[in-house]
């Protein structure tokens, strides 16, 4: 796919690092400007996508293996569900990150990042089986 | 007539919604094609998330970070900010609204590859023939048929 | 400034929504759509919603985009041309169910008001005031989605979820007929 565009896949090699980049950026930057784990997430998918427009599904399932993809899917709804858990578990209510440290305030930082995590990878993997399950049917 | 202009200038944004959510919906009843119906949809749902961010938004207010670490401390009632909640809804409502979407367009592709078309009105007569022969079918030869000699 | 900006973004995207609503070629659709979820993207920044503003142009303009270009690659671009007698029909409650919903309009707030109920409700009031002290992180938006509204971010995380299932169980094997064991073991993988 693609072999007679190189200007194309220079190009597109050359963003894809800087894809990825943006998407930590916008995941772990969230608490301080616009973004968050929908948005990271979305980002990071964009890359594999543009990867797999670039050199054929087939390569990139290779690089994202649909086995991987799938237990993304559930990991991250399960670390979004884990973290309520665990603050049952540590006395408080479900979803309720002021136990998980001995300081609310960075209690709920750690639970926004877990959280947010949890989105991030969810909707990446997501994102990535849909274009992949279009893209791939013959 | 002063009246008239403010009512104007207070409302036109609602109603520019109110025009995109119509042309969405007039292409959801009104065009056959499943995918054509799935952008309409689209159109609609686009015009919800505007109407929502229109009624959090603040004439002169800003976006709903806090302006400073020192705001975090002492909360500034001088600041006016447009409203997180609003904002909050409508963006998870953007992601799982692509994820919908893409549930829609995996149904198209499964009725396109069954049907051999993804025209509605065609589906429908390619269900009612089907329908019609069923009956046809369970009913069994009529009186007429069998004096006519056709058992079947 | 802020008017010009909105109106004439509007403006388009009416244009926009009406060259989609008008036109028979599906891919011509779906660009146009891209361009529409651009361009509400801009008008979502102009109103202070930076964070709506960021999603609508990463999946709106980008993966909607790319999905409905891969369900085209699928089932063909062309549609028929809309038959003329459905055209009045669909017309006419168009335009009714717009006026009614246009009249309803007159009990909305108006447009930028600061005195507006949404403003001044109390859950607002809250956000805004205490989430700073409370969850200790400047944007409001994002304390608001991961800690006050955890219970529905959890939901909508297991939307997502849900609907990769549902595609993955209408489109994850390859077609019934003429599929060969090799095939599928690939498409296992």
């Known amino acids: 796919m693609m072999h007679r565009h190189p200007i194309l896949r220079a190009v597109s090699k050359l963003l894809i690092a800087p894809i990825m980049l943006f998407a930590l950026y916008v995941q ?8 968050g784990g929908f948005q990271a997430g ?17 390569t990139a399932r290779r690089v994202a293996p649909m086995w991987m993809l799938r237990f993304l899917t559930a990991f991250g709804v399960l670390l979004y569900g884990g973290t309520g858990v665990v603050g049952i578990l540590l006395g408080g209510a479900f979803l309720d990150y002021n136990v ?9 930082h750690i639970g926004i990042l877990l959280v947010e995590g949890g989105v991030g990878i969810t909707v990446a993997s997501v994102m990535i089986v849909l274009f992949f399950t279009f893209a791939g049917r013959k | ?18 025009i995109l959510m119509m042309i969405g919906f007039y292409v959801v009843i009104a065009r056959g094609n499943l995918v054509k119906k799935l952008v309409g949809l689209n159109i609609f749902q686009t015009s919800v998330f505007l109407l929502y961010i229109s009624v959090g938004n603040v004439m002169g207010g800003t976006a709903p970070i806090l302006v400073s670490e020192a705001a975090e401390a002492r909360p500034d009632a001088q600041v006016l900010y447009t409203n997180p909640l609003t904002s909050v809804l409508i963006l998870t409502a953007i992601v799982v609204g692509v994820a919908t979407t893409s549930l829609g367009l995996a149904l198209v592709v499964r009725i396109k590859e069954s049907y051999g078309t993804m025209e509605e009105d065609e589906i429908i007569d390619m269900d009612q023939a089907e329908d019609k022969a069923e009956r046809d079918r369970l009913r069994g030869p009529t009186p007429e048929e069998i004096a006519e000699g056709h058992p079947s | 400034m802020t008017l010009v900006i909105d109106v004439f973004l509007f403006l388009f995207l009416m244009i926009t929504a009406v ?4 036109m028979n070629s599906l891919f011509g659709v779906v660009m146009m759509s891209g361009i529409y979820s651009l361009l509400s993207a801009a008008l979502f920044m102009v109103m202070d919603a ?6 609508e142009a990463a999946v709106g303009a980008g993966i909607s985009t790319v999905l409905m270009l891969g369900t085209l690659a699928l089932v063909g671009r062309v549609q028929k ?10 017309l006419g409650i168009v335009i009714v169910t717009g006026i009614a919903l246009a009249y309803g309009t007159y ?11 949404v403003q001044t409700s109390t859950v607002t009031e809250r956000y805004v005031d205490v989430s700073g002290r409370e969850i200790g992180i400047p944007n409001i938006v994002t304390s608001v989605l991961a800690s006050y509204r955890g219970y529905d971010t959890l939901g909508e995380t297991v939307v997502v979820f849900t609907a990769a299932v549902a595609v993955l169980v209408l489109l994850g094997r390859a077609r019934r007929r003429g599929v060969t064991g090799e095939e599928r073991e690939s498409d296992l993988q």
């Open chain 3, 19 to 22: 060259a989609m609503a008008r």
């Open chain 3, 81 to 90: 041309p809309a038959l003329r007698r459905h055209h009045f029909a669909a």
């Open chain 1, 28 to 35: 772990f930057h969230g608490d301080y400007g616009p973004g």
């Open chain 3, 107 to 117: 009990d909305l707030p108006a447009f930028g008001d600061a005195d507006n109920p």
């Open chain 1, 100 to 108: 998980l440290a001995a300081d609310p305030k960075a209690g709920q």
């Open chain 2, 1 to 18: 007539m002063d009246n008239l202009l403010q009512i104007i200038i207070d409302h036109y944004n609602y109603w520019i919604v109110i």
């Open chain 1, 42 to 58: 979305v980002i990071l998918a964009v890359a594999f996508i543009l990867y797999a427009l670039m050199f054929g599904v087939e």
């Open chain 3, 50 to 55: 930076p964070d709506v503003a960021f999603t």
